[in-house]
C-alpha cells in the first residue's frame, strides 16, 4: 500500500535542497575531519616530515571529498525522482540505499582513476573497493537516515508554526464574533429603556415628546452602525455619550447635569462600542433616577500608567452601591467586551465616590483605533 505523502516542491527544488554550497561545505569539512584522523593515527606509528604528512593529508581529503560528493550527488537525485511522486516506504527506502551505493561505489572508481591517472601499468584492486565502497556506503547511509530526519524535524516545526498562525487567526475571529454577540446582548437592554424614557414623555407632555424622539431618531441614526461594529474609538463613543445626555436631559430638566472631558491626544483610541454608555445608563438608572433631586455624571478621559494606558471614568453622585449591585447585564458585558479585546490588561473597576456616588473606571492599552 502506498503511505508516503507526495512532497509539494518540484524536482530540481529537491535537488538543490540537498545538492547546494552548504551541503558541499559539509560534505568537505567531514571529508576533511576524516583525513585528518586516519593521518594523526598513522603518524602515531609511522612519524614522517611534516610536508609530506601535509601532502598526504592533502591528497586523501581530495580522495574523500570525491567520494562524498559522490554520494550527494546521488543523493540529490535520488530527491529529485522522488519529489512529486507517491512511492511506499519500501520502495522509496530501496531507491534511497541505491543511490548511497551507487555514489559511493562510482566515487571508488574516481579516486582509483584519479590517483593512477596517467599510469597505464595500474591494476584495479578490488578488495580496496569493497572495503571502500562498503565503508562509504554505510557512512553515506548513516548521513542520509541524519538528513531526513533533519529536514523531518525542520518540516514539523514548520507545520506548528503554520497551525499556530491558523490558530492565531481562529482566535481573532472568534472574538470578533464574541464581541458581536455581546453587542447584539447590550443593544436591547440600550435600547428598550430609552425608548421606555420617549413613552413615558409621551405620556405626560406629548410635545416633549415628539422633540424628544426627533432626537432619539438622529441619535439612533448615528449610534446603531457603531453598535454593529466590533472597534471604535473614544471620541465617537463621547459623541454618543453627549447625545445619549442630552435627550435624557430634555426628560429630567434640572435633576440632571454632566461634564465631558478628555485630552484630545485620547479621541483616537480603541474602544469597544457601546462601552461608556452603558456605563453611563448604569449611573442614570442606579444612581440618579432614584433620587427626587437626581444628580450630576462626569466623565474623564486620561492617559495613565507610563503613557501607554488610557483610563475612563464615569462618576455620578447618585445614592451609590446602596441600589445597586453592579451585577447587571450591561456591566457584566461590558466586563467580557473589555476582556474578549484587550484580554488581562483592560478592567471595569466600581468604587465608591465622595461624599456619595460610584465611579465606575476603565483602564486599558492605549491602542490607536482602526475604526
Known amino acids: 500500500m ?15 535542497r540537498v545538492f547546494n554550497l552548504r551541503m558541499i561545505a559539509a560534505v568537505y569539512y567531514f571529508c576533511l575531519l576524516h583525513a585528518l584522523s586516519r593521518e594523526l593515527a598513522w603518524y602515531a606509528y609511522e612519524p614522517m616530515p611534516w610536508s609530506d604528512w601535509l601532502y598526504s593529508l592533502v591528497q586523501f581529503t581530495r580522495q574523500s571529498l570525491i567520494t562524498g560528493l559522490m554520494i550527494l550527488l546521488m543523493i540529490g ?46 591494476h584495479f584492486m578490488w578488495d580496496w573497493f569493497y572495503s571502500t565502497a562498503g565503508l562509504w556506503t554505510l557512512l553515506g547511509c548513516m548521513a542520509y537516515a541524519l538528513l531526513r530526519v533533519v529536514r523531518a524535524e525542520h518540516a514539523a516545526a514548520d507545520r506548528l508554526r503554520q497551525a499556530a498562525r491558523e490558530r492565531e487567526a481562529l482566535e481573532a475571529q472568534q472574538m470578533e464574533a464574541q464581541v458581536s454577540a455581546l453587542n447584539a446582548q447590550i443593544e436591547p437592554h440600550f435600547l428598550f429603556n430609552t425608548l421606555a424614557n420617549v413613552k413615558r414623555l409621551y405620556a405626560t407632555t406629548p410635545d416633549r415628546g415628539r422633540d424628544m424622539l426627533v432626537s432619539l431618531i ?79 455624571i462626569e466623565i474623564h478621559a486620561h492617559a495613565s500608567g507610563a503613557g501607554d494606558e488610557i483610563a475612563v471614568e ?26 474578549a479585546l484587550f484580554g488581562s490588561r483592560a478592567a471595569l473597576e466600581l468604587e465608591a465616590a465622595q461624599p456619595r456616588g460610584v465611579v465606575a473606571r476603565v483602564r486599558m492599552p492605549l491602542v490607536p483605533s482602526a475604526a
Not at 88 to 96: E, H, P, T, V
Not at 225 to 243: A, F
Not at 314 to 334: E, H, M, P
Open 218 to 296: 438622529a441619535y439612533l441614526r448615528a449610534a446603531l452602525p457603531s453598535m454593529r461594529c466590533t472597534d471604535s474609538t473614544l471620541g465617537q463613543e463621547l459623541d454618543l455619550v453627549r447625545n445619549y445626555l442630552t435627550i435624557l436631559q430634555m426628560r429630567m430638566g434640572e435633576r440632571l447635569s454632566f461634564d465631558i472631558e478628555a485630552e484630545a491626544g485620547l479621541l483616537g483610541a480603541r474602544l469597544p462600542p457601546m462601552v461608556l454608555p452603558t456605563l453611563v445608563e448604569n449611573a442614570i438608572k442606579h444612581g440618579l433616577s432614584p433620587l427626587p433631586e437626581g444628580g450630576r
Open 77 to 122: 537525485c535520488a530527491e529529485a525522482l522522488l519529489a512529486g511522486r507517491r512511492w511506499s516506504d519500501g520502495k522509496a527506502l530501496a531507491l534511497q540505499g541505491a543511490a548511497v551505493a551507487t555514489g559511493a561505489s562510482g566515487g571508488a572508481v574516481l579516486r582509483h582513476l584519479a590517483v593512477n591517472y596517467g599510469d597505464p601499468t595500474a
Open 2 to 16: 502506498d503511505t508516503s505523502v507526495a512532497p509539494t516542491n518540484s524536482p530540481r527544488e529537491a535537488f538543490l
Open 314 to 339: 464615569v462618576r455620578d453622585n447618585g445614592q451609590g452601591f446602596a441600589g445597586s449591585g453592579g451585577s447587571g447585564v450591561g456591566l457584566a458585558n461590558t466586563r467580557a467586551r473589555l476582556g
